[in-house]
């Protein structure tokens, strides 16, 4: 897994000079080129490259004449090292665009060199990786492996961050399938129009339940540098109704907290129930699924896609409703197939990853296998991988962005060795 600027309970083995990636990354944005990190596999193998490839434009002449000494030191230095192919590195989720929109995923990560460790040596290992809390592992609905880290347990409530996104779609999708939203064309404007502002851009009327489910409702994010003033207004339904367009509506993606929470609004005006009444009521059933605890704005409504507790366990329990194709542990029906299917279906894409985005879920390719994951600040994080009937529930310290830090690209690895090991048998 990558070692740059991860922070671990033991020094990281690197085998190029920090100052050189320092100098590289800051003539070389990532936007424009690879970012290449030198590491070593966690079970001590040989040296690998692992590189994150974008898909933005060209660089201009005069860019690439700048960039080429420092290029032809660094890749001098690099090459004879790389065995790897490309992989991708993001910062927590803020902003994507929808120039990729409903592209295939075509930037696996690779799989991990030393294939089929048994799975609690796997889990052992991930205590090196220190922002680590939880770790919880289902395979053919079966829980495999559960670990806590640093005094917690698979237990401990945590915030999830916008893993609670996720759940957000869930619930719109059951609120679709009873009849209490019309479906993923409704306007929003239908159910919120007494929060539009008085004198209301045309545009809101057109904006979608699907749009805000994908993060393409067009308005400004309220997410990233505008959150503070969010979350500070008097009221953040109106708030997030009053941000100007930087888009046109079903546009480009613009990661917001703002878009989710006006779907918890549309859910609590529509039911004349609380979000998290209907959460605990229509996702209950589910054997272990629980949310200790959810903020909510001066209305009173839960806030749609931040500040949810919620323990690993529990959060496995809700990815392990999506493997199971909606369907609780005991077979009752919560979830429709064709909401999880809507749901994994690319709709647009990360301008800094390049991962798919649906309602609700990333996507993306790893070891040969198409994922489905949601992701939270610092590290909060659901994986299904629906080909090896495998879901994995992880949480960390939300201290520090999980991308920025390497944290999140070291989660993507533990992944891919715990897709890569022996699960234990009955």
Known sequence: MPARAVRRSKPAQVDLPSWLLRIYAALAPRELYPALFQSRNRTGGPARCVAY??????PNPSTMIRLLPASILFLAM?????????????PDPVVGTGAQQ????DSPTAAPSSPGRPLPEVLEDASAIEPLKAVAVAHGGRVVGMRGFGGNTVDTPSNIKSA???VVSALVGIAIDKGVLAGTEQRMAEVLGSDLPAQA????????????????????????????????SRNWVRDALARPFVDEPGGAMLYSTGSS????????RASGRSTLVLAREWLGPQQGFEISAWDRDPQ???????????????LLAFG???????????????????????SWQPRTASRYTGDGYGYGWFLREMGGHQVRYAWGYGGQMLYVVPALDLVVAITSNDDSASARSGHRDDLHGLLLEIMDSSMPVD
Not at 53 to 58: F, G, L
Not at 102 to 105: E, F, G, L, N
Not at 320 to 327: A, C, F, V
Request: aromatic share 4%; hydrophobic share 40%.
């Open 53 to 58: 490839p974008t898909a933005t434009a060209h």
């Open 78 to 90: 690099v090459l004879p090292a790389c065995t790897q192919p490309p992989a991708a590195l993001a």
């Open 102 to 105: 409903a592209r295939a995923i």
């Open 164 to 166: 609670s996104k996720t």
């Open 201 to 232: 851009d045309p545009r809101l009327a057109q904006i979608t339940v699907g749009q805000l489910l994908s993060m393409q409702a067009g308005l400004e994010p309220t997410s990233g540098a505008n959150y503070g003033r969010w979350v500070s």
């Open 261 to 268: 929470h006006l779907l918890s609004a549309m859910l609590a």
């Open 300 to 314: 009173g409504i839960h806030l749609g896609g931040n500040n949810m507790a919620m323990s690993t366990r529990s």
């Open 320 to 342: 392990e409703l999506y493997r199971n194709h909606g369907l609780s542990g005991s077979g009752e029906r919560l979830l429709s197939q064709a909401w999880i299917d809507e």
